[in-house]
T-cell receptor, first 119, second 114 residues
Framework: GAGVSQSPSNKVTEKGKDVELRCDPI?????LYWYRQSLGQGLEFLIY????????KSGLPSDRFSAERTGGSVSTLTIQRTQQEDSAVYLC?????????????????FGEGSRLTVL | AQKITQTQPGMFVQEKEAVTLDCTYDTSDQSYGLFWYKQPSSGEMIFLIYQGSYDEQNATEGRYSLNFQKARKSANLVISASQLGDSAMYFC???????????FGAGTRLFVKA
C-alpha cells in the first residue's frame, strides 16, 4: 500500500486477555516505530526497529509488552495480560533512515493507529 | 539523555494572525534533526517541517517556519496567517544521528478563533 497500515483500527478486550496489533510499513522503509498515545497526551516511545539491528526496546513499559518485526517489514506489538491502563491509541510509524550522518529528513510516516480499550 | 519540552499546553490565536509554538530540546549530540508534526482531531499525524542541526538557515514550508536558535536549544514553530483548519495538536520532535530514535514533546493544542 501507499501508506502505513495498522490493524485492527479498534480493539475492545477484557482485562487479562492478550492482544496483538499489526503494522505494515511503507515498502522500503528501514525504520519502524511503535508509540503509545493516551487520551489528549503526547506520544510515548515504545520500541524502534532499524533494518537488521537489534531493536531499541527502551520504551516498553513492562515485560507484558513485546514486539517483533519479521523479514524487515511487518511488525506485531503484543500486549499480554492487558490492564485498564493499557487503554490508548497505539501508533506505528515508518521512516527511510540512514545510520551515521543524517542524510535526509527522516520524517516519520504514521499509520492511523489502533485504539485499544481494556474493560 | 535527550528530551523535548513544550511548555504551552494550549494556545489561542485569532484567525489571520501569526502564532509561535515553543519547543526546547536537550541533547549532547552535535548532529540531530528537529521536526514538527500536526495532529488534527481526526488523529492522523502530519509532518510539517524539518530543521537539521547543521542547517544555517531557518526552515520554511509555506506558512510554517522554524525559528531555530541552536545556542538556546530552541526550535519554535511559527504559523503565519492562521486559518481555522490550523486548530490541532502540534508536536515537536527530535532525532539524533547516533541512536536514530525520534522522541516527542507533550504537545501544544492550538485553537484558532474566527
Amino acid at each position: 500500500g501507499a501508506g502505513v497500515s495498522q490493524s485492527p483500527s479498534n480493539k475492545v478486550t477484557e482485562k487479562g486477555k492478550d492482544v496483538e496489533l499489526r503494522c505494515d510499513p511503507i515498502s522500503g522503509h528501514t525504520a519502524l516505530y511503535w508509540y503509545r498515545q493516551s487520551l489528549g497526551q503526547g506520544l510515548e516511545f515504545l520500541i524502534y526497529f532499524q533494518g537488521n539491528s537489534a531493536p531499541d526496546k527502551s520504551g516498553l513499559p513492562s515485560d507484558r509488552f513485546s514486539a517483533e518485526r519479521t523479514g524487515g517489514s511487518v511488525s506485531t506489538l503484543t500486549i499480554q495480560r492487558t490492564q485498564q491502563e493499557d487503554s490508548a491509541v497505539y501508533l506505528c510509524a515508518s521512516s527511510l533512515q540512514d545510520r551515521g550522518v543524517l542524510k535526509n529528513t527522516g520524517e516519520l510516516f504514521f499509520g492511523e493507529g489502533s485504539r485499544l480499550t481494556v474493560l | 539523555a535527550q528530551k523535548i519540552t513544550q511548555t504551552q499546553p494550549g494556545m489561542f490565536v485569532q484567525e489571520k494572525e501569526a502564532v509561535t509554538l515553543d519547543c526546547t530540546y536537550d541533547t549532547s549530540d552535535q548532529s540531530y534533526g528537529l521536526f514538527w508534526y500536526k495532529q488534527p482531531s481526526s488523529g492522523e499525524m502530519i509532518f510539517l517541517i524539518y530543521q537539521g542541526s547543521y542547517d544555517e538557515q531557518n526552515a520554511t514550508e509555506g506558512r510554517y517556519s522554524l525559528n531555530f536558535q541552536k545556542a538556546r536549544k530552541s526550535a519554535n514553530l511559527v504559523i503565519s496567517a492562521s486559518q481555522l483548519g490550523d486548530s490541532a495538536m502540534y508536536f515537536c520532535a527530535m532525532r539524533v544521528a547516533g541512536g536514530f530514535k525520534t522522541i516527542f514533546g507533550a504537545g501544544t493544542r492550538l485553537f484558532v478563533k474566527a
